[in-house]
């Protein structure tokens, strides 16, 4: 296997692996002042997890893989309520000894697995009954490769979330993280139609949240 070492997948993983810190207490924030900021602000973080699992056990899934793992927040939290046995991958190998050293302090490490590498580069063979993406898509140049590359782990569920365009968020944001060296890329949600019915795993449920879309296909269905 090849690394990629491309311009693009070196920014994304220089951005993440400088800002661990950061990235970790975005989702496990250190007081209750900023944990009720973000369930009101940052909802969309949450929304994604929780509806992962919803789809996760809507479909009678018990193996996963998490694409862009980052600290393990999520990963942790899905070994924590019922996902038998799943693997993390992130770029950023700073990430992954946080999200190893995460689940052993939270007792799943036994249900846990971390791998640090870039998942456009991953080796066939390993299959997973779902596989999802929480906050990767912002971050990939060629989506459909990268969605496409995921089915072929998927033996049931694929499932992603994708930021929205919005005329005065998204130009900013993207001003922002390219400031900081890190591209970024929206999505509409007739552009995620397509792109799923493109890849030919099952058509795309999207479900709307405040920062863009939540979309996940089930392989098979008509």
Not at 104 to 115: L, M, P, S, T
Not at 171 to 193: D, M, N, Q, S, W
Request: hydrophobic share 40%.
């Amino acid at each position: 296997m090849t690394p990629d070492n491309s311009e693009h997948t070196v920014q994304v993983r220089d951005y993440f692996d400088a800002r661990v810190a950061d990235y970790d207490a975005f989702y496990d924030p250190p007081s209750p002042l900023w944990r009720a900021f973000n369930r009101v602000f940052r909802k969309a973080v949450y929304l994604r997890r929780d509806q992962a699992l919803a789809v996760h056990r809507q479909y009678g899934c018990r193996t996963m893989l998490d694409v862009g793992c980052g600290s393990g927040q999520n990963t942790v939290y899905w070994a924590r309520h019922g996902v038998e046995r799943i693997v993390g991958v992130d770029i950023a190998p700073e990430m992954i000894r946080m999200a190893a050293a995460l689940a052993e302090q939270a007792g799943v490490a036994d249900r846990c697995e971390f791998q640090q590498l870039d998942f456009a580069q991953m080796e066939r063979g390993r299959r997973f009954d779902s596989i999802v993406a929480c906050g990767v898509f912002d971050y990939v140049e060629q989506a459909e490769p990268f969605l496409a590359h995921m089915a072929q782990f998927a033996d049931r569920v694929i499932y992603a979330s994708f930021p929205g365009w919005t005329l005065v968020r998204s130009p900013l944001r993207k001003i922002r993280y390219a400031l900081r060296g890190c591209p970024t890329h929206f999505y509409r949600r007739r552009e995620l139609v397509d792109l799923f019915r493109r890849v030919g795993f099952g058509p795309a449920e999207i479900l709307p949240v405040p920062s863009g879309h939540l979309a996940w296909a089930v392989r098979g269905t008509p």
